[in-house]
């Protein structure tokens, strides 16, 4: 259908808001900014400069400039950049970042509300000027954009239309900074070569506050997010200095900011121990199939114009076939030769077709490049490029989103091709995101074979970073500024640096002194100390990274069934412990015990001992049933042997009012409980255990506490309850009489001077089990559950659960994993301990597990120096007390350190000597008879220098010599198989003389090998010796 059918048609139209709306789609400013910078490399320009000129009449009161010295624009080219959407880039093998016509239109309007270009190219200089503010004074709809264009060497209009000229200068004159020609000539000649483009914001965007959103003032060498505060906020969102350094995987083009140069960084470059891993998958099909109907849609059509003037040829032959003339023949050829270029035509497109779909099943590969980032490890996370331009940065993915510290400071790199993701129009983001997810993913995986594969945590994440000089516990601390730690960093990464002429990038040698070097703004590959490496002539070194190969690990069907019935075996056993057990955590816990419990008072009734007896009561737990009577004191360790905390004394004229209180530890009852526990029989001769304070306990009698405490403390939290009641049997109320009467004048004159120690160790003292018996009508137990310190719990699990939260490291399958300390449980034996990781393979590890304190396979992580601490890590740790540990002195004085200053200041002296350089002033008599004082002033950074010139040139000689012997050896080599040729040959011709001498004597013989020759002339000298 002719396009003059769709002439009545209505057109969509474009206003001038929509220079607002689309600017929208840049929520992160600097790729706003970004976006003009692209444009630039994209015209192959080598320099940038981006640069600010004070203007206080005009909103933000500066214009912020973009001058490159690319291929510049013509007048056709110029106009096409007002076209929105229309881009000569876009190609799917296309290398450049631009692809969708809109960067410079949305980028500039975002920073500010209007610009103007100024572009040079061949003898043409074109201005193009997209203003909102003439739209809005001047109340049009449309956009209208003046473009006018001068001829570059004679200054004069190059146009048809001279009012049109006219009116577009008139407006850039009224509406933009420059106001005559002259002004806007001095812009042209900012472009200092033949071609170059300048771009030019004003009117910026303002916050709130009514300052502009870019901040020039804070640094004069830098461009900076206003408002943005540099704590916990990333370099990159904040300085468009360190964004622009990272900008480009491969940076090609020399950025400069306010005239200073941006130390632009290749990042695989930056980091330790860098690796490579490919990847390949079929997933990333979205960009390729879209490509794949473009190519067949763009084929069909070449298909039907190709056959359309096939069929007109065709027709035209027959109508012609009996006309002879000249114009026929000529008309003919014409039409045969479009159909001819048609098909041709339609057989590339076919080709492609065919290509794209072929591609579409082909899986995409992409290079994964993962490295610690030893300079500042929380700058960690993965930066993923688009056709060499940054999309997304900091991206956590795998054990990164655990947030421990398996993986910390780590960076991965990924360039994704244009075929393969599609970026959004802001460059913020991909359009698919749900490949997006699948590549993070991707490379979660690949992070975690990378950690596994640098050994860091097998070896111990502290100590590692450690070793680089990360002394704080505070992960976003900086590394400790010291020499050594420079130096230490500074050996394991190379400096890489771009020579600013050739702008290829040049790997330096290490060199001590070249560690706190600043190089130069202007570096040329003649500074470079690698001879091999002088000049903008020897080729680019590549980078050398070692490869990677992700290993899944694959269990197999019974390996699964026996991790699933150890599970299940696991948690039997924890099901059974806690239905044989009961905590006693308060008094209503206390109630539910197999006894007759009540809070009332025991009143004293009549003392008669014969009275029947009365019905069985429910027997004791077992923590007071199973304690021996004097048992002999078992064998403790050094923490058991110290003295055990004073109780205060009790003294009453009335032996049944006595409360006979040990030191045995219940469970954590709350208030003061009274147990009435009825014997069955009135008749009970074997005394159960009695235990007292340690006031009124006599010598013989303090091991039994002892022994007590022991007892009882191990089952401080869980109390055995009994299925079956067992008779109990308590002693006479005459012999407790008398036996508490004498303890009670043994040691009254003790009273006064314990006094004031009974009131400091109140606090310590464990909850005390009082055993009471008075006369009443029958024999009753009373057993009271009280806590004679308040509050407090028992000392040792208190600080047993002082453990929680402690960072350790388990060893599991020969690695170490890193961990937290989440549950304590106190054993029979040992402390255990129940630690959850902060990041395991899920399919071959449990994510916590429960281990013994102080084995062998747990060991803590060593907490940070308090001079590195900073105040949120510092805390005060209050000594245990809860086992009555006493204090050792301080052993730290000067003077107990002087064996060890003279061995250091010793060793120091060794290794000078050792390792004195010919030509240092000091010789090695003078130092070893220097002090800790005189070494102190040695010049240590002359004596290292001369060492390392001194170990340069004995490297450099062993480099000659080895050169030589090389040369030397490579000389005797081609002379040696030059002498083996020419043997060969001379072999070779004797070899054909004997056949042709044993053809002569031996009409018939039939040799035609050297094998067959060899094997003939061993077997005549066989039997001519045979014969002999």
């Known amino acids: ?130 203003s909102r503010t003439f739209h809005e004074e001047e109340g049009i709809d449309e956009v209208i954009v003046p473009l006018p264009t001068w001829n570059s060497h004679t200054r004069e209009p190059i146009t048809e239309d001279m009012e049109k000229f006219a009116i577009e200068t008139e407006l850039i004159y009224k509406y933009s900074p420059f106001k005559s020609e002259q002004e806007v000539m001095e812009q042209f000649r900012k472009i200092s070569g033949e071609s170059g483009t300048l771009v030019v914001v004003f009117n910026l965007k303002l916050m709130d506050n009514g300052d502009p959103e870019l901040d020039v003032i804070s640094d004069p060498k830098d461009i900076q997010m206003a408002g943005t505060p540099p704590e916990r906020t990333k370099p990159e969102r ?65 298909e039907e114009k190709a056959r359309e003037a096939e069929s007109k040829a065709r027709a035209l032959e027959l109508r012609l076939s009996g006309d002879v003339t000249r114009e026929s023949r000529v008309t003919l050829r014409q039409v045969q030769n479009t159909a001819i270029t048609l098909r041709r035509e339609a057989d590339v497109k076919k080709r492609m077709k065919e290509a794209k779909q072929r591609a579409l099943k082909e899986p995409k590969e992409l290079n994964f490049i993962f490295g610690v980032n030893i300079e500042q490890r929380e700058l960690d996370g993965m930066f993923v490029y688009n056709c060499s331009r940054l999309i997304k940065m900091y991206e956590k993915v795998g054990p990164q989103l ?41 490379m979660g995986e690949h992070l975690a074979q990378y950690w596994k594969d640098v050994g860091i945590a097998q070896k111990g ?46 790997t330096l040698p290490f060199q001590l002194s070249a560690v706190e070097k600043t190089f130069p703004e202007r570096w040329v590959c003649s500074m470079n100390p690698d001879p091999e490496q002088d000049r903008c002539e020897a080729p680019e070194q590549k980078q050398k990274l070692p490869l990677g190969v992700l290993k899944k690990d694959t269990i197999s069907h019974e390996e699964k069934k026996k991790q699933l019935s150890e599970k299940i075996r696991q948690q039997q056993e924890k099901l059974e412990a806690m239905q044989k057990t009961s905590s006693v955590c308060s008094q209503a816990d206390l109630k539910k015990l197999p006894l007759d419990v009540s809070s009332r008072p025991t009143a004293e009734s009549s003392p008669s001992l014969s009275r029947p007896p009365r019905p069985r009561s429910p027997p004791l737990p077992a923590v007071l049933k199973n304690v021996p009577i004097r ?32 030191e045995a530890s219940t469970s954590r009852a709350q208030s003061h409980t009274t147990a009435i526990v009825k014997p069955n029989n009135a008749a009970v001769k074997t005394p159960a255990r009695t235990v007292l304070p340690p006031k009124l306990a006599p010598p013989f009698a303090q091991h039994n506490s002892k022994s007590q405490h022991e007892i009882l403390s191990a089952k401080c939290s869980k109390t055995s309850v009994p299925k079956k009641p067992m008779p109990i049997k308590m002693p006479l109320l005459s012999s407790i009489r008398k036996r508490n009467s004498n303890l009670i004048s043994r040691n009254e004159e003790e009273v006064d001077d314990q006094a004031l120690m009974q009131k400091q160790e109140r606090a310590k003292r464990p909850k005390i089990v009082e055993i009471k018996q008075e006369k009443k009508d029958t024999n009753e137990v009373v057993v009271e559950l009280s806590d004679s310190t308040g509050e407090e719990e028992l000392p040792s699990h208190k600080s047993a659960q002082k ?79 809860s086992d009555n540990t006493p204090i050792e002195p301080d052993t730290t004085e000067p003077s107990a350190n002087h064996g060890t200053m003279d061995l250091l200041v010793q060793t120091l002296r060794n290794c000078l000597r050792y390792f004195l350089p010919p030509n240092f002033p000091v010789s090695k008599n003078e130092l070893s008879s220097m002090n800790a004082e005189d070494l102190v002033s040695l010049p240590l950074k002359e004596y290292f220098k001369q060492y390392e010139v001194g170990l340069q040139n004995l490297c450099n000689s062993y480099q000659t010599r080895a050169d030589a012997r090389a040369k030397v050896f490579e000389e005797n080599l081609r002379n040696s198989e030059k002498k083996l040729r020419e043997t060969e040959d001379k072999l070779q011709k004797l070899r054909t003389n004997i056949v042709a001498l044993l053809q002569k004597v031996q009409e018939d013989i039939d040799i035609n090998t050297d094998d067959e020759l060899d094997a003939y002339i061993e077997d005549l000298i066989t039997k001519g010796d045979s014969a002999d």
């Open 402 to 442: 655990e947030g421990g510290m398996a993986c910390g400071g780590v960076v991965g790199v990924v360039d994704v091709p244009y075929l393969v993701l599609e970026p959004t129009h802001n460059k913020q983001d991909f359009a698919d995101a749900k490949e997006y997810r699948h590549l993070l993913k991707a």
């Open 1 to 130: 259908m002719a396009f003059t059918n769709y002439s009545s048609l209505n057109r969509a139209q474009l206003t001038f808001e929509y220079l607002h709306t689309n600017s929208t789609t840049h929520e992160f400013l600097f790729g706003a900014l970004a976006e003009l910078v692209d444009n630039a490399r994209d015209a192959e320009a080598t320099r940038i400069d981006i640069f600010t000129e004070r203007k206080e009449d005009l909103r933000g009161g500066f214009l912020l400039c973009f001058l490159d010295d690319g291929a510049g624009m013509d007048p056709s080219e110029a106009a096409s950049v007002i076209q929105f959407g229309k881009s000569a880039k876009r190609s799917p093998e296309s290398i450049q970042i631009g692809q969708y016509g809109n960067g410079l239109k949305s980028g500039s309007m975002r920073i500010g509300k209007d610009f103007i270009l100024f572009t040079k190219k061949a003898d043409t200089m074109t201005s193009l000027f997209l």
């Open 631 to 662: 048992s002999p004191p078992p064998k403790m360790n050094s923490q058991m042997r110290k003295p055990l905390p004073v109780g205060p004394m009790v003294s009453s004229p009335k032996v049944s009012s006595i409360s006979l209180k040990g």
């Open 238 to 302: 904040r300085s468009f200095r360190a964004y622009a350094a990272v900008i480009y995987i491969d940076p090609r083009m020399r950025i400069f900011l306010h005239g200073d140069k941006v130390q632009t960084k290749r990042l695989s470059c930056c980091l330790y121990k860098p690796r490579m891993y490919k990847y390949t998958s079929n997933r990333f099909k979205t960009r390729a199939e879209q490509e794949v109907k473009k190519a067949e849609h763009m084929a069909k059509i070449a």
């Open 803 to 881: 453990d929680k939260g402690l960072h350790v490291e388990v060893r599991v399958n020969k690695e170490w994993f890193t961990g937290r300390v989440t549950a304590v449980e106190l054993g029979k034996h040992a402390v255990r301990w129940k630690v959850k990781f902060d990041y395991v393979p899920t399919d071959t590890t449990p994510r916590d597990r429960w281990v013994e304190k102080g084995s062998e396979d747990v060991r803590l992580m060593k907490p940070p120096s308090p001079e590195h601490q900073t105040p949120d890590t510092q805390r005060y740790i209050e000594p245990s007390t």
């Open 461 to 506: 994440i502290i100590k590692f970073w450690d070793e680089f000089g990360y002394l704080s516990a505070n992960w976003n601390q900086p590394p400790s500024s010291e020499l050594r730690y420079k130096r230490r960093r500074a050996m394991e990464i190379p400096t890489t640096i771009q020579c600013d002429q050739c702008l290829k990038w040049r």
